[in-house]
């Protein structure tokens, strides 16, 4: 696609929405970016819950814009030196905290980095953003797009980049370009999640910021991350299959008793909000053999995770790298799609292993039996030896491959 004088329109306005127009338009190509809500309004269906970018996706985002850490992250979100500021207690006790070349992370709501990424755009006077706008069909002259409808006319553009939600409708949006052979694979998620915001000033006498205490399997069904926001505010998000308790009575059954004292030395200043998605749902494109050149999909509308794994962001972000670099190369549409299919097969994978073995069948139990066994042998050597904590870390993180645990003779 190596020609800056080309246009691209963006659908869908959401994180991986944001990041394509910027990277787009940083290209110096005329770019459109169309969402039906409306942005100076803007609603994240997971905005009122914990938010932490992996370290891979943080590398990424600054990688791609470099000024935004510096004028944007660190003046806006709360930082976190992950080994040291998170106190993380595991299925079978807490973690080590060290200072460590890990880093920091931020912490922060949704829609707070989406308005930063909004303002960015607004910088640019070759992006146009056209909110409150529903596109109401697609346009392809021959084997290539030409364009959208929408209810105020068509917009043309040789390049359309759908990176509608996990609630906007894919599959819809292949039929209505004829595109078929595509492979969906979905999983389902059984575990649910609720969050609230905290008053507290319980950390200022401690030497960590964060508490996360996670699921692991049966060991452990329930877990709650509490993370900072801004001074003495926090976000707290409980997770597992069984909601139906309320919130101190959840508190009260976790693997750690200091949830419960935080709560009860703290005031809830937000009700509780639940949310259960449908799990997580990838497409392949591999095998179709019409897809039209200048058709790029991107973000949950390839892919989606359940965000109780905390990885969505930065699955988006990795195909947004992919994207950057595709600008500048001659290769086809086609080619681009079937690389973004191979770029998340490890983080599908991982973000979705625990989901796969809650719904396994009896055939596939003894498989997800012996993984269970693994990760709990790295999980009970992590709380004992820095080293296998801090490749733990990394892996979560997408910095490290789980093959890399080989190499530290866990098993």
Same mark, same amino acid.
């Given at each position: 696609?190596?020609? /800056?004088? $080309?246009?691209?329109i963006v659908v869908g306005a959401g994180f991986a929405g944001l990041v394509s127009a910027l990277v787009c338009g940083r290209k110096g190509m005329k770019v459109t970016l169309i969402d039906k809500r409306d942005l100076d309004q803007t609603h994240v269906s997971q905005g009122k819950h914990a938010h932490m970018l992996t370290k891979k996706g943080l590398n990424i985002l600054c990688e791609l814009f470099p000024e935004i850490e510096e004028e944007y992250l660190s003046v806006r979100f709360t930082k976190l030196h992950f080994t040291h500021d998170v106190k993380w207690v595991g299925p079978y006790q807490a973690y080590p905290r060290f200072h460590s070349d890990f880093g920091n992370i931020y912490t922060f709501y949704r829609p707070d980095l989406d308005r930063i990424l909004v303002e960015m755009l607004a910088k640019l006077t070759n992006v146009e953003i056209l909110s409150g706008v529903e596109v109401l069909g697609f346009h392809r002259k021959g084997t290539a797009m030409s364009g959208v409808a929408t209810a105020g006319g068509d917009i043309f553009s040789d390049n359309v980049i759908v990176t509608t939600g996990r609630f906007g409708n894919s599959e819809k949006t292949l039929e209505a370009l004829n595109i078929k052979k595509y492979e969906k694979e979905s999983i389902p998620s059984i575990l649910k999640y609720r969050s609230f915001e905290l008053e507290s000033s319980y950390f200022e006498e401690k030497d960590y910021q964060a508490i996360m205490a996670t699921t692991f399997g049966e060991i452990n069904p329930n877990g709650t991350v509490m993370i900072p926001i801004t001074k003495n505010r926090f976000m707290v998000t409980q997770v597992g299959k069984d909601l139906s308790t309320e919130v101190m009575a959840f508190s009260d059954c976790l693997h750690t008793p200091e949830i419960s004292e935080v709560l009860r030395k /703290? $005031? =809830?200043?937000?009700?509780? =909000?639940?949310? $259960?998605?449908?799990? /997580?749902?990838r497409y392949s494109f591999k095998k179709v053999q019409n897809w039209p050149e200048g058709l790029l999909m991107l973000g949950d509308a390839a892919v989606f995770m359940n965000p109780i794994f905390a990885q969505g962001l930065t699955l988006a972000l990795i195909q947004c790298e992919a994207l950057n670099h595709f600008l500048d190369t001659e290769s086809s549409s086609f080619d681009f799609q079937v690389s973004v299919d191979e770029l998340i097969q490890e983080p599908w994978f991982l973000g979705t292993l625990e989901d796969r073995r809650l719904n396994a069948k009896s055939w596939q139990r003894p498989f997800y039996t012996v993984a269970e066994k693994c990760v709990a042998q790295v999980l009970k050597k992590a709380t004992q030896d820095k080293a296998t904590y801090l490749k733990l870390v990394e892996t979560l993180n997408m910095l490290s491959s789980p093959v890399s645990f080989f190499n530290l003779r866990v098993f």
């Open positions: 696609m190596k020609n /800056s004088q $080309k246009s691209a /703290s $005031k =809830i200043v937000t009700p509780p =909000i639940t949310y $259960k998605l449908e799990g /997580s749902r």
